[in-house]
């Protein structure tokens, strides 16, 4: 007789209480401030990538997310908060009410300009690349393709690196710096 290999069986979905602790214990970052969208992007990367790493369940992510919340955005958040009887509020629309509140589009047009207009000025190509990066991701559609990205920063370099680049073939961006 055949033996069957065992049964994978599915880890049943945790609770409330040990989605929290385990969510504690890789030490979230806490978001408090106003308008400043390069801050509110750093916290959100932060939040998505423990999100991942957790293999958090969606019902968890708007729970963990606001309890992170101090001042301002604790205050901003009780306005916004289903109340009784009202639909629960759900992941997609909270990162939405999140963007229009701490990155609105003008201020997403104005980060996207300072990309537009980087130089590298005093900076070493090495923080010129990290400006590039830091501020390229509110102007992705300017830079979605390798070559776009490339011919970009190297618009931003200063006309000695420039010379020194000149005539060599970089197959990614990540070659150039």
Sequence with gaps: MKQMPPRCELAPEPTTLEMVFQFNKLNPPKFERGVNPLKYEEWKRKMENLFEILECPTRFKVALTTY???????????????????????????????EHKYCPR??????????????????????????????GRFALHQINTEERKMDHFEQGLRGDIKSLIAGHTFSNFQEMY
């Design 68 to 98: 992170q919340f101090e001042g301002e955005a604790e205050y901003w958040w009780e306005t916004v908060k289903p109340r009784g009887g009202e639909d629960p509020m759900t992941w997609e629309r909270l990162t939405e009410l999140l």
């Design 106 to 135: 003008d201020v997403q047009r104005m980060m996207e300009e300072k990309f537009l207009g980087l130089k590298q000025g005093r900076m070493t190509a090495m923080e010129h690349a990290a400006k590039f990066n830091e501020l």
